[in-house]
């Protein structure tokens, strides 16, 4: 999965279209991501009235603003001279 916590993201799709936020939290097995108040929802729980939850959105409608040229980017992998593999800005080169 080419998305982590702490990136942020540009949502494509959804009534938050274009809206850039962070990511909160990463279900790779999923590939579903939580971004910080996108999929915001109340439910009625037993006991606790409404509550606020919030619904994980798939990587798909997202794309991953790179940090460098704060784009909406394409994501690279890029294997470093230590053998790493990184991701890298298909627009900038940058590492991200
Ligand atoms: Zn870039």
């Known amino acids: ?27 790779p097995a999923k590939n579903k991501i939580f971004v910080d108040g996108v999929g915001l929802y109340k439910k009625a729980v037993k006991g606790s ?20 040229c704060s784009k909406p980017t394409r994501v690279g992998y890029v294997i470093n001279d230590k053998g790493i593999k990184e991701r890298s800005c298909k627009k900038c080169k940058n590492i991200i």
């Open 49 to 68: 009235g409404m509550v606020d939850r919030q619904k994980a959105i798939d990587t798909s409608i997202v794309k991953l603003v790179c940090p460098k």
């Open 1 to 27: 999965m080419k998305i982590r916590k702490g990136d942020s993201v540009q949502l494509l799709s959804g009534n938050k279209r274009g809206t850039v936020a962070k990511v909160s939290k990463v279900l």
